[in-house]
């Protein structure tokens, strides 16, 4: 199951940019999964600055 760790997120949004089908900014500032079987998840996490997608 795909996850954000919260803790690490540091809100860029390259997630969301790259994979706006898997994920979402919430009204913490931090992404959200949107929906962890969209196939561009993976590439998501790659994009990820600081290693928060699991
Ligand atoms: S790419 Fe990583 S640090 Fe940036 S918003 Fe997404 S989960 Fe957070």
Redesign the pocket.
């Known amino acids: 199951m795909t996850t ?1 760790n919260k803790t ?9 940019s790259v994979c706006s089908d898997g ?1 979402e900014m919430g009204e913490d500032g ?2 959200k999964v949107k929906n962890a079987k969209a196939p561009c998840v993976k590439e ?1 996490i790659e ?4 290693d ?2 699991k």
Do not use: D
């Not at 690490?8 to 969301?16: L, N, R, T």
């Not at 994009?47 to 600081?50: D, E, L, T």
């Open positions: 954000i690490k997120c540091i809100g860029c949004g390259a997630c969301v994920f931090k992404a998501a994009s990820c600055p600081v928060a997608i």
